[in-house]
């Protein structure tokens, strides 16, 4: 019997729309070592690895009637270079040429024929680099059995690698009676998920039925959030549109450490605080009414550990994500109050048990942050859009260099998927002394959203004006 997707995987798939594509992507930049790097070398780094996650071969097969969730089969016609593809900028690209080529091939859907994943090499960077962008659909990371695509190419040393164990061959798929039999026979197990189903893949996703059904399924991946207020409306909670704009802020990770250890204090929280000054700014900046009172709800998912101590998987964080709701203070004018307020709201969550575990972190294989942002937009997609006004995915990283093949990677910006009607959605990972930060929005409603990257650079600036020399 082929693997059924479970309640929470499927409602990624049913979720989605042409607005809302339900992809999360990475953008890796890269100095092109003396050697080359070529379309031929990615396609056969990636080949020699695809046998580490099968599910890279498969696609979603729907079943007939909607009589059950769908189930993942082989793609007996999986050609690695349709997933695997090559594009250019005119030499000398600049940055701001290849982010808007992120936010182009962010605002199309995956093909839903053929597996949910696809890789760009990015070549005619200026100054000796390259890029490589992922997108992978939130249906397929678990963070378990299938880790992000952005992860499996990464090595702490240049030409290491994992050879293949030899050709692969799909099975065959189910035929459409076997698949209605399976079906059928998880129906009497479970009348009321057959009748569930059917609603969600008929669109009608949200009765409340279903909406706590999916919460229920969903505890393996995220932690409840107890009952919680409306989120404050504003100018981030709006219809949006099929396009994106991509913008990035760069920033290091001593700066950050220099705030923190001065206002005791975490990075994460100086995270937050910095992009709490920066949506002030820019709330002003829009000519939005800002209050001493005003604030805006970030939905903040942070990897855990269920238990720390617990060695019998040595090198895997676990798919736990625990979601957090934090009003960021955006109407407070001084930038030490702003940073007070976020570390004290944060408190709860920094003093428990269940937090990230560095040292576990740094035991993952490979680069872990495109998959626990994956894990984090499948956090935040599990909840009700009107609890919170923008996601915010802050996930560490290795503070070595990390190389795809002989290349060293420079830079990696996470990009974030929207949420229906949410128009901003803000990722950031910490790698090899730096923090970088991916602004994904809408195209319409954030067409000034490369302002609020700088915005973000000028909030760390005011902090760290306030740490003594």
Known sequence: ??????????????????????????????????????????????????????????????????????????????????????????????????????????????????????????????????AIVTKTHLALVDGIGTIDIGQLILDTSPQVGHNSDGAWIPQRPPTQTRLLFDAISDAVQSPRELVENARAAAGDLFSSALVQRLADTAGGLVTAIGTASTAPSGPLNVRISPQRRFAVARTSLDDFKAISSEHNCTVNDVVLATLAGALRTWLLSRGQTVTSSTTLRALVPLAIREDETDETVPGMLGNTVTAKLVDLPVGEPNAVVRLHHVSHAMRGHNDSARKVAASALKRMSGF??????????????????????????????????????????????????????????????????????????????????????????????????????
């Open 1 to 130: 019997m082929p693997d059924r997707l479970s309640a929470v995987d499927a409602s990624f798939i049913y979720l989605e729309d042409r607005a809302t594509p339900m992809h999360v992507g990475g953008v890796a930049v890269f100095r092109r070592p003396r050697g080359g790097f070529d379309y031929d070398e990615l396609v056969r780094m990636i080949e020699q690895r695809l046998d580490l996650i099968p599910r890279y071969r498969q696609k979603v097969q729907s079943v007939p009637g909607h009589l059950a969730r769908p189930v993942w089969v082989d793609d007996p016609d999986f050609d690695l270079t349709y997933h695997v593809r090559r594009s250019a900028l005119p030499r000398p690209g600049s940055d701001d040429q290849l982010h808007d080529l992120v936010a182009r091939l962010m605002s199309r859907p995956l093909d839903p024929t053929r597996p949910l994943w696809e890789t760009y090499l990015v070549e005619g960077l200026a100054r000796g680099r390259f």
């Open 368 to 469: 872990a942050p495109p998959t626990l942002h994956s894990l984090g937009a499948r956090a935040a997609g599990s909840f009700s859009r009107k609890i919170f006004n923008v996601v915010i995915t802050n996930v560490p990283g290795p503070q070595e260099p990390l190389y795809a093949g002989n290349a060293k990677m420079i830079e990696m910006f996470p990009v974030v998927p929207l949420a229906r009607n949410q128009a901003l959605a803000i990722g950031v990972t910490s790698y090899d002394g730096g923090v970088y930060f991916g602004l994904n929005g809408d195209r319409g409603v954030m067409s000034d959203v490369d302002t609020m990257a700088r915005m973000a650079e000028e909030s760390l600036e005011e902090l760290l004006s306030t740490v003594r020399v």
